[in-house]
């Protein structure tokens, strides 16, 4: 233990022959401990250590009114009132695990937009997406994309641009990560190769025998570099539509999420069934509890497609596709409107009506100390105008030459 006299100086003090300060003495340790915690977690598992309590990062993107607060609090068991996300909220979760120590899961929410998340980014990957996606958390990252069934013209090209943006920030994160690239690959491959050997296949399901889809349809399958989940909300709206719609739109979602190696389920916060399966999904990649077992393929019921678990004979049926021809017949069927997008002025699923004019004036986002502190700024804002002003007024009445 390093004491320090009540007459040192700071950072200029330094221990007894170490030629370094207490400060840095200090960073170099948790530094330490923090690669420690880091050796000590591996994808989706908590680490080979027993006592290391493990991290995860949930990141959850998609368009707004999509259900992603609504998907967040069920998963955390809150009843609170769902609002429109403005930018990028951060919350956590924790759970009890092997030991006393708890497991934490760090929850990130993107907020949507009518136009995902390309809106103002001039085709760079979104800023938003940059806090989460750190060399530190890549290794226990999950992506969660959701997309609203209830609203088919717009379904294909939020799913597009938010799915493009996601993988452009992620590729961004890996490169400033040494070695991170190779790692992700392997274990992209275990994860889309694994559900062949995890049990029986139910009947219907279709399995390439060679030892899993990555291969499947001439090389067609690029697994997503990191745990990818499509989240299909608003189900109970969707379950409504007409049988030929609903073949068309899961076909090309089971397509989507198979050729980049996801997960595909649907959810609706009415349908306790649907909510049970989510949060045992979510409970899976935050915190490593059992994957589920459940295989639903069937278009007339609620889709749950673990990764690896499909195959393009099966979503194909024989006939000929890529990502462009879905995106045609989805696009064919359900002719995107020009300007606002479908259900944009409604609202729904994040939590009722448009995003406030004002949202710091807007009693929905109040924060006592926060909206404190903004009044004083506001005050002394005010009062500086004022003195400018009087300044303006003496300086025009002066008959300068």
């Not at 809150?78 to 120590?101: I, S």
Request: aromatic share 6%.
């Amino acid at each position: 233990m390093v004491r320090v006299s009540s007459s040192s100086s700071g950072r200029g003090d330094t221990s007894s022959g170490s030629g370094l300060s207490v400060w840095d003495l200090a960073v170099v340790e948790a530094r330490g401990k923090r690669q420690e915690r880091a050796l000590n977690t591996t994808q989706h598992n908590g680490g080979d250590s027993d006592k290391a309590p493990r991290e995860a990062t949930l990141i959850f993107v998609g368009p707004r009114s999509a259900g992603k607060t609504t998907l967040l609090q069920r998963f955390l068991d809150r009843e609170e009132v769902p609002r429109h996300t403005l930018a990028l909220e951060y919350t956590y979760g924790r759970k009890t695990g092997r030991t006393l120590v708890k497991d934490v899961c760090h929850l990130w929410e993107v907020g949507g937009s009518g136009e995902g998340l390309n809106r103002g980014t001039g085709g760079a990957p979104h800023p938003l997406l940059s806090p989460p996606l750190t060399p530190r958390s890549l290794p226990s990252l999950t992506v969660v994309l959701l997309v609203d069934l209830s609203r088919p013209k717009a379904l294909w090209k939020n799913l597009m641009t938010t799915l493009r943006q996601v993988k452009e920030a992620v590729n961004k994160a890996v490169e400033r990560s040494p070695g991170a690239k190779e790692r992700l690959e392997a274990l992209a491959t275990r994860r889309v190769t694994s559900a062949v050997t995890k049990g029986p296949i139910l009947e219907g399901d279709s399995v390439d025998d060679s030892g899993g889809d990555v291969g499947d349809g001439g090389g067609e399958v690029e697994p997503f570099p990191v745990p990818l989940v499509l989240m299909g909300g608003k189900y109970d709206i969707f379950q409504d539509f007409q049988p030929e719609e609903k073949k068309l739109i899961c076909r090309a979602l089971r397509y989507v999420a198979h050729t980049n190696g996801a997960t595909i389920q649907f959810f609706s916060a009415k349908d306790p069934g649907l909510v049970k399966k989510a949060k045992e999904l979510l409970g899976h990649f935050a915190f490593g509890t059992a994957e589920s077992r459940s295989l639903s393929q069937d278009y007339n019921k609620p889709l749950i497609i673990p990764a690896g678990s499909d195959s393009l004979e099966a979503i194909c049926q024989g006939e000929k596709h890529d990502l462009q021809s879905w995106g045609r017949a989805l696009e064919t069927r359900y002719v995107p409107e020009g300007g606002e997008e479908e259900g944009e002025r409604e609202g729904g699923g994040g939590g009722g009506g448009g995003i406030p004019e004002d949202p710091a004036r807007d009693p929905t986002y109040a924060e006592h100390d926060v909206d404190n502190l903004r009044a004083q700024k506001d005050e002394e804002l005010e009062r500086i105008r004022r003195e400018v002003g009087r300044s303006s007024t003496r300086w025009a009445e002066l008959d300068l030459p």
